[in-house]
């Protein structure tokens, strides 16, 4: 049972690069969310989709565009990196938007230079 | 508007001591609370959870009791293990599912 997966595990961009992070759940769950961890900032979240054909803005979407493209995957997409992107990134799944615990993939540690 | 508050870490303890993580809230309404906790080089897992007032949510020997009289919801262990070092995120559930995590908490159990 894979759960949540994403793709890459790290990933080193020059400023001004493009690259798109992939997550995939197989739980069947309707919403997914991307959030990014800071050290002593704990988890910020990016953009949910609370089911498919829908995405919202979170905490801090600057600089991110999302895709649900379809129930199982919702990327994330930095379009112009900057080193303050330089974060690990988190994506998670839920069965729904009403009390569901989330479910969290390993992450991607992504450095920007 | 929505808050947690977690203590600050690094909390540094010894093979069977006892742990108290203290986490605090502030919300509109009654949301669900959780304790997720990250080992290292992996994602969150969730650890225990309680859904209204006075639950107490328990897994693993860690236990924590929604307070509603004075907003929080602490973890603790009676007899922690090396294998509990970990960072511990204690988060509450806001509309449309979305979470309110706390900083996160490292502890670190010697032997």
């Known amino acids: 049972n894979a759960g949540v997966t994403q793709t890459p595990k790290f990933q080193v961009l020059k400023t001004g690069q493009s690259m798109t992070l992939q997550c995939a759940q197989d739980?069947?769950?309707?919403?997914m969310y991307w959030y990014r961890q800071d050290p002593g900032m704990g988890l910020r979240l990016i953009y949910y989709s609370a089911s498919e054909g829908t995405t919202d803005k979170g905490e801090v979407p600057n600089g991110y565009n999302v895709s649900r493209l379809n129930k199982r995957e919702f990327s994330l997409r930095l379009e112009s990196a900057a080193p303050s992107q330089t974060s690990v990134y988190f994506c998670a799944s839920s069965a729904g938007t009403g009390g569901f615990e989330q479910y969290f993939g390993p992450g991607t540690r992504l450095t920007v230079t | 508007g929505n808050s947690v508050t977690q203590m600050e870490g690094p909390v540094t303890l010894s093979e069977e001591a006892f742990l108290t993580i203290n986490c605090t809230y502030t919300a509109t309404g009654y949301p669900s609370l959780f304790w997720y906790v990250q080992y290292p080089g992996e994602g969150l897992q969730l650890l225990l959870k309680?859904?209204?007032?006075?639950d107490k949510g328990s897994n693993k020997g860690f236990e924590a009791t929604y307070r509603k009289e004075t907003t929080s919801f602490h973890l603790e262990k009676g007899s922690v293990q090396v294998s509990d070092s970990a960072v511990y995120f204690c988060?509450?559930?806001?509309?449309?599912?979305?979470?309110?995590f706390g900083a996160g908490t490292q502890v670190v159990v010697t032997p």
């Open positions: 739980m069947n769950h309707n919403s």
């Open positions: 309680a859904t209204k007032a006075d």
């Open positions: 988060a509450l559930i806001l509309l449309r599912g979305k979470f309110q």
